[in-house]
């Protein structure tokens, strides 16, 4: 079961194969954290400072995205 596990989901090689690869997640989790690393922080490593102040509006955000989920608004942000 292991073995057919890492032949199904090992991409090591296919690169220089010629084949197209994309690096993608269905993980939310994953996808949240990259949005938080693309759009919301103002680069890779802000200042401590920095970093809580953006931590305080995303989680405004956030929570107004949840009020507009229990409303059952159907807005995007």
Request: hydrophobic content about 35%.
């Amino acid at each position: 079961m292991q073995q057919d596990f890492v032949t199904v989901w090992n991409v090591h090689g296919l690169d220089e194969a010629d084949v197209q690869l994309a690096n993608r997640t269905s993980n939310g989790l994953e996808s949240y954290n990259c949005c938080m690393n693309n759009k919301v922080f103002p680069c890779a490593h802000p200042a401590v400072a920095i970093f809580v102040e953006y931590l305080k509006i995303e989680t405004e955000r956030v929570r107004d995205c949840i009020g507009d989920v229990r409303k059952g608004s159907d807005l995007q942000r």
